[in-house]
């Protein structure tokens, strides 16, 4: 079983798109996650139609994706832990990849191999292991490169992470610009420079003597 794990906040313009159709790739047992952290454009009233999903409303201001990520996935019940951004879909074969790659007590990393589609952060993660390297680090700066550091901390304690470009196991992403991305972070850095300052940290952490 799956926990799909989800943050939003002001994307229900772009999740109101993408909701059905996730669903109707879910199988029946897995749940859907979804922190609220602070929407005021009504998100913050839906209530949803489908017992799966469970919301959890957590407003935050600042943003910080790590954290957002980790009460997402640290709410999630099953064995199978799946980031799945708000503006996501998922491709028809999913649930069956990831619990095959789970199976075979692998993790998994399914996106497009095209940088900046939206996508790349789609993530199969055993629950065990989120646990084992704490989550997501929450001391990186507020988004950008969350999800590479994650799988190299959870590759680093043995587990193999296999990729698939398989859009109908991935699906899609809606676009979005990279000062979307940057809203309600509250910082005067782009998102390319938060991404090159996470870099150097997550470096950092992989290769202590290369900070010498």
Not at 2 to 14: D, E, G, M, V
Not at 34 to 44: L, Q, T, W
Request: aromatic share 12%.
């Amino acid at each position: 079983m799956i926990s799909f794990c989800t943050w939003i906040k002001n994307r229900f313009h772009q999740f109101s798109q993408v909701w059905e159709l996730n669903l109707s790739h879910m199988n029946p047992n897995d749940e859907w996650v979804i922190v609220d952290a602070g929407s005021n454009d009504g998100f913050e009233s839906w209530v949803p139609s489908d017992s799966r999903i469970r919301i959890i409303r957590h407003p935050m201001h600042p943003l910080n994706f790590s954290a957002l990520y980790n009460i997402s996935h640290r709410a999630g019940s099953h064995p199978i832990l799946v980031n799945l951004d708000a503006d996501n879909y998922l491709g028809p074969k999913f649930c069956d990849w990831a619990e095959e790659i789970h199976y075979q007590e692998r993790m998994g990393h399914a996106w497009s191999n095209v940088w900046e589609d939206g996508t790349y952060g789609r993530i199969m993660i055993p629950s065990t292991t989120f646990q084992r390297i704490g989550g997501y680090d929450e001391d990186l700066s507020p988004c950008g490169f969350q999800d590479t550091d994650l799988i190299k901390r959870a590759v680093a304690t043995g587990i193999r992470c296999v990729t698939c470009n398989d859009p109908d196991v991935y699906g899609g992403a809606i676009p979005n610009t990279r000062e979307d991305t940057m809203t309600y972070t509250d910082s005067p850095l782009s998102f390319g420079q938060c991404n090159s300052i996470n870099y150097h940290k997550a470096l950092e952490k992989w290769n202590p003597e290369s900070s010498a």
